[in-house]
């Protein structure tokens, strides 16, 4: 996609959304790490209805250790995965206590070496909690990336890299947003919605639906 396509596509969904916020519900950089590592698999609906039940109790790493592995997996046991989660969630705590006094670190390295968190997670907090311009790919993102011809790439590293070089940078810090919600209520994976895509003259996709 030239580059003067790529300014009019964010534009465009600027315009429409000017100042984009994940549908994950938290308050603390905390809170947001817990939400992102519990919505592997999961839609942010479900784990937004768990934390609900959560945080009211224990909002902080020490109060989620105080509740134990088995008192935490009675709040988020309507989500996917949630004995994985519980436990990596209960290390994740000790090392935030432990090492840096009950605070989210602010470095990718030390992010990344937190149990449950990944590349993706660590660039959710960043991005979102932290304001750094990283772009965290999910499925929602690499299908848009690829489909409308803005980053292909063949796995989800490869379209990040590809996001970071032609993303122009006063749309860096909001990318992650506008696409993730583009890619879920519009560009969606079985039937996009295409007629009333913002982009669409813009989408190099040749299967575009007609209603």
């Not at 088995?70 to 935030?96: E, M, P, Q, S």
Request: net charge positive; proline share 6%.
């Amino acid at each position: 996609m030239k580059r003067a396509d790529v300014v009019e596509l964010f534009s465009r969904l600027r315009e429409l959304d000017p100042h984009p916020k994940t549908e994950l519900e938290y308050r603390t950089p905390f809170e947001l790490l817990i939400a992102v590592i519990l919505s592997a698999q999961a839609t942010d609906v479900g784990v937004n209805k768990a934390t609900r039940r959560l945080y009211p109790v224990a909002a902080t790493p020490q109060a989620i250790l105080d509740l134990g592995e088995d008192g935490l997996k009675r709040h988020i046991a309507t989500i996917g995965l949630y004995n994985a989660k519980a436990k990596n969630i209960i290390a994740t705590c000790r090392i935030l206590v432990d090492r840096y006094g009950g605070e989210v670190p602010r470095s990718r390295e030390a992010l990344e070496a937190l149990p449950g968190v990944g590349r993706k997670t660590a660039n959710v907090v960043l991005n979102t909690a932290f304001g750094e311009p990283t772009i965290a790919v999910d499925t929602h993102i690499f299908r848009v990336a690829n489909r409308t011809g803005l980053a292909p790439g063949k796995d989800v590293r490869a379209v990040e890299d590809r996001l970071i070089k032609v993303v122009p940078a006063e749309f860096r810090q909001d990318a992650h947003h506008w696409l993730i919600l583009h890619g879920r209520y519009v560009c969606k994976a079985r039937k996009p919605d295409c007629p009333r895509c913002v982009i669409r003259d813009l989408c190099r996709w040749p299967h575009k639906t007609e209603d």
